[in-house]
C-alpha cells in the first residue's frame, strides 16, 4: 500500500511507483549514450577514458556494486529499506553530472547513480513479483520493463530534441531524471513492506539461531538448486545483457560505423527503437501467463538475433535501419530481461531473493563492463562487421540456454514454487 496524504494506492499503483527504479536505471544510461560525445568534446578526453566511464556508470561496474551490496541488504532488512536510501544516492549522482566542470567530477557522478540503480532495480524486481497475483505474475513485472522501455525512448527523443544545444542539452536531460527520481522518492515514502518479506522475518524469529545459517549468500550459494539456477539465468541474462549493455550506451557509434552518421536521426531512430520495446513490453504482459514462455521466449531470442544480423551485414538504408529498430526493439520488449525478472523472481525462496538478484545483476554489469571497457576502441581497431559477430555469437549462447531450460511456473504461486524446488518451506526454507 502506497499512502498519500489521507489518500491510499494498491495493486497496479504500487507497482507503478516501484517499476520507476527502471525508468531510472533505462534513463541514466542513455543520459549517459546521449551524451558521452558531448562530454568527450567539451573536456578533451580520449575513447580509453570514454570506455572507462562507460564501464564505471549505471550501465555497468557502478551498478554491479550497488546490486552486489544492495541485494542481501534487502533480504536482511526489507525491500523498503533500499527504497528509503537509493533515490538520495542517485539524485546526488545527477545533479554531479548535471554541474560537472571536468572528468574527474563526471567519473563521481556516473559512479554514484550507478551504485543506485544497482541497488535499487533487484529490489524493485523482488517486491513486484512478490506482491503481485500468482496468475499475473508476468503482467506486474513487465510493468518493470515497460518502465525500463519507456525511459529510453523518452530520453532519446529529448536527446534529439535537445541535440542542438548540444552539452547543455545532455545536462537537462540529467536534470530530469533528477525530478523524476524525487518525484518517486517522495510517492514511495509510504509503501508498505513486502508481505512474503514479513511473514519470512516472522518465520525467523520463530527459528531462532537457525536462521542465520538461512540467509546471505553463503545460504545462496550452498544450495545445488540455487546454483543451476543461477547458471542458468547467467545465460540467460548476463549474455543477453552484455549486447544490450553495448548497444544501449553505444548505440551511437555502432551507427557510425555502419555508416548512419547523423547525430539527430540516429537519437529518433533510437526513440523508434525504444518505442517498438515498449510494443514488445505489452506483448510480454499480455501473453507470459497466457501461452508458452518457453516459446514466448524463443521467438524474442530470434528475433533480436536477427536484428543485429539485419544491422551488421546488409547495406546501409532506411530498410536495414527501420527492419534493426523494430526487430531489436521488440525483442527487447518479450526477450531476456522480461523474463530475467520474473524467473529470477520465481526460482528462488524468499528469504535469499533479492541476494540472487543482486548476485545476478552484479554477474551481468560486469560482463558488460569488462566489454565496454574496449568496445568503442575495438570498434575502430576491428570494425563493425567482426565486433557484430561476436555481439551476435553472444546472443546466440542466451537463445540456447533459455529456450533448452526454461522453467515451468507459469500460473504458480511463489510458495508453490518454493515448495517444489526446496521441499515444504514452513519445514526446510531455513535448512
Known amino acids: 500500500m502506497v499512502r498519500i496524504g489521507a489518500k491510499s494506492t494498491t495493486g497496479w499503483k504500487a507497482t507503478i511507483a516501484v517499476a520507476m527504479s527502471n ?110 497475483p500468482s496468475d499475473r505474475r508476468a503482467a506486474h513485472v513487465g510493468t518493470a520493463q515497460l518502465a525500463w522501455s519507456v525511459g529510453p525512448a523518452i530520453g532519446f527523443l529529448l536527446a534529439a530534441l535537445l541535440e542542438p544545444m548540444e552539452l547543455m542539452g545532455s545536462r537537462l536531460i540529467f536534470a530530469h531524471l533528477f ?137 546501409v538504408s532506411p530498410v536495414s535501419l527501420f527492419g534493426f529498430a523494430i526487430l531489436w526493439g521488440f525483442a527487447s520488449g518479450i526477450g531476456a530481461q522480461a523474463f530475467y525478472g520474473l524467473w529470477t523472481a520465481e526460482l528462488f525462496a524468499t528469504q535469499y531473493r533479492a541476494s540472487a538478484q543482486g548476485f545476478l545483476f552484479f554477474v551481468a554489469r560486469i560482463m558488460v563492463g569488462i566489454l565496454s571497457y574496449g568496445f568503442p576502441v575495438w570498434l575502430v581497431t576491428l570494425g563493425l562487421h567482426t565486433l557484430g559477430a561476436i555481439l551476435i555469437g553472444i546472443l546466440a549462447v542466451s537463445l540456447v540456454v533459455g529456450t533448452i531450460w526454461a522453467p515451468n511456473t507459469r500460473g504458480k504461486s511463489l510458495e508453490e514454487i518454493e515448495d517444489e524446488r526446496y521441499g515444504k518451506v514452513k519445514d526446510d526454507a531455513l535448512a
Open 23 to 132: 525508468y531510472i536505471e533505462a534513463g541514466s544510461i542513455i543520459a549517459i549514450a546521449t551524451s558521452l560525445t558531448f562530454w568527450q568534446d567539451a573536456f578533451g578526453f580520449d575513447n580509453a577514458f570514454a570506455g572507462l566511464l562507460a564501464a564505471l556508470s549505471a550501465n555497468a561496474f557502478g551498478a554491479a556494486i550497488g546490486a552486489i551490496i544492495g541485494g542481501p541488504l534487502c533480504d536482511r532488512y526489507g525491500r523498503k529499506f533500499i527504497y528509503t536510501y537509493d533515490l538520495i544516492l542517485y539524485m546526488i549522482g545527477v545533479l554531479l553530472a548535471v554541474f560537472a566542470m571536468g572528468p574527474g567530477m563526471l567519473m563521481i557522478a556516473f559512479i554514484l547513480t550507478g551504485i543506485a540503480v544497482g541497488a535499487g532495480v533487484p529490489a524493485s524486481w523482488t517486491y513486484i513479483a512478490e506482491e503481485a
Open 179 to 315: 525530478v523524476v527520481a524525487f518525484i518517486t522518492w517522495w510517492v514511495r515514502r509510504g509503501l508498505s513492506e513486502s508481505k512474503s518479506w514479513k511473514n519470512t522475518q516472522a518465520l525467523r524469529t520463530k527459528q531462532g539461531d537457525k536462521a542465520a545459517a538461512g540467509r546471505g549468500f553463503k545460504a545462496l550459494l550452498g544450495r545445488k538448486q540455487n546454483i543451476l539456477a543461477l547458471l542458468f539465468l547467467i545465460g540467460v541474462y548476463a549474455f543477453w545483457n552484455t549486447v544490450a549493455g553495448q548497444a544501449g550506451i553505444f548505440m551511437p557509434r555502432v551507427y557510425d560505423a555502419s555508416g548512419f552518421t547523423d547525430v539527430q536521426q540516429q537519437f529518433l531512430l533510437q526513440s523508434f527503437l525504444w518505442g517498438m520495446t515498449v510494443v514488445g513490453t505489452f506483448v510480454f504482459m499480455s501473453l507470459g501467463d497466457r501461452m508458452s514462455r518457453r516459446l514466448l521466449f524463443f521467438i524474442g531470442a530470434v528475433m533480436g538475433i536477427a536484428g543485429w544480423v539485419v544491422l551488421v551485414y546488409m547495406p
